[in-house]
């Protein structure tokens, strides 16, 4: 939306025209969140090849916003996520800090990303490295006496 500033903000902001940008959040921002907590972005980049000459989003990113949007939505459809992207591409690219453009969402992209994730050589060392993190992040986690089941829902959980 476009609105046509006062004089008195025109010369406070330096500009004639305000831009506002409504997107609806939802619950994206908590679950961007959650995972970059978890480190799967760096995590998912260090064990999944990025081709010489793949360009935009890594895979890290794409498979943190895709996963955002199959539980957001609701859908598992890879042919819905670009058009999910087109309503959503300011709030996703300031949650992420990565330039987000259509191209890296495409159907036969996203099929890649999924033939990686379905190689058990690199699933395995993508759950584990996750699974050491989780270790790592709980073992700081301190804990009163009398919490012991709270203990053993830890353990059980890594």
Known sequence: MRVQLAQQAQEIL???DLVIITERVDDVALLIGQMVKMGLP???DRHIPRHWTQRGL?????AVIWLAYIVTEGDHRKVSVETYLKGMHHTLSCLTAQV???LDFRDDRLSHLLKHLSKPAYWHAIERALNERSRKR??????KPGFEGVRECILLWN
């Open 138 to 143: 709980n073992k700081k986690v301190a804990l």
């Open 42 to 44: 760096e995590v998912l």
């Open 100 to 102: 987000i453009e259509p």
């Open 14 to 16: 330096g500009t004639s």
């Open 58 to 62: 890594s895979w890290g990113w794409t």
